[in-house]
């Protein structure tokens, strides 16, 4: 394994308030960091267009691109990696697949107005994931 950590990102505060965290422990352990952000699939019953895509798409670039605003602010390099899937699943196959030896993650996200969110991508990526996670509540 390599000395790098990958933090999902969706934009939320929360998620923001994970990746601050991410940067912190990147810099302290001389890590790596790529952030990553996961376009949700349209939801049951829902309707995919081309106009949805491209949406969509505009919003996980610009989480991206605020993403490494703050890390030339933090005077850190990053990396940022942009999927489509469902996010949980897309996280734990992209960690595996990049052989990060972390994931940086928050307990909520956009969703998270409810507390079942913690049930879902965060409690997935705890459960499936290879590689120990770092939650921030």
Not at 12 to 30: G, P, V
Not at 61 to 68: E, I, L, Q, S, T
């Amino acid at each position: 394994r390599t000395n790098s950590k990958t933090v999902p990102l969706d934009g939320s505060k929360k998620s923001l308030q994970a990746y601050d965290q991410a940067i912190n422990l990147a810099k302290l352990t001389d890590a790596q960091l790529t952030v990553l952000n996961v376009i949700p699939h349209v939801g049951h019953g829902g309707v995919r267009t081309k106009e949805f895509d491209r949406q969509t798409l505009l919003q996980g670039k610009a989480v991206v691109h605020n993403a490494d605003k703050i890390a030339k602010k933090k005077k850190i390099s990053i990396k940022t990696k942009i999927l489509r899937g469902w996010p949980g699943i897309e996280t734990v196959k992209f960690a595996k697949q990049g052989k990060f030896d972390h994931i940086v993650m928050s307990t909520t996200g956009t969703g998270g107005a409810n507390n079942e969110m913690f049930g879902s991508v965060s409690n997935y990526v705890t459960h499936k994931a290879k590689v120990p996670i770092y939650l921030v509540k």
